[in-house]
């Protein structure tokens, strides 16, 4: 893998990072979109619960097939994965609120 595509998977996970902690804006309203909105676009759901079954976060799947891009609610990072590179970046704000609205689709 070149330093390019080193570069070029940091900048996505710095992305998604950004747009978790600023909101994703609605073009037609300008509003920050919800977590639900939010999550009608992604790949696919892995849930974290304990014995008692009970939420924790959830990985959430927001790119796949070069480079594979997760959330992780529960650490409150974003995972990106090429080849053999990794880019782990952390968030400390979820203004459309992902993980209550995944707390939510689990816990109906």
Not at 11 to 37: A, C, K, M, P, R
Request: hydrophobic letters at 35%.
């Amino acid at each position: 893998m070149s330093v390019t595509d080193e570069n070029r998977l940091k900048e996505q996970v710095s992305h998604i990072v950004n747009t978790i902690q600023d909101g994703y804006l609605d073009d037609e309203t300008g509003e920050v979109i919800s977590g639900f909105d939010y999550l009608t676009d992604v790949l696919d759901i892995e849930y974290i619960v304990d014995s008692k079954k009970q939420y924790l976060g959830a990985r959430i799947l927001v790119a796949f097939g070069g480079p594979n891009i997760w959330i992780n609610t529960r650490t409150q990072q974003v995972e990106g994965y090429w080849w053999g590179s990794t880019s782990i970046q952390s968030y400390n704000n979820d203004e459309m609120d992902i993980d209550g609205a995944l707390s939510e689709l689990y816990n109906c």
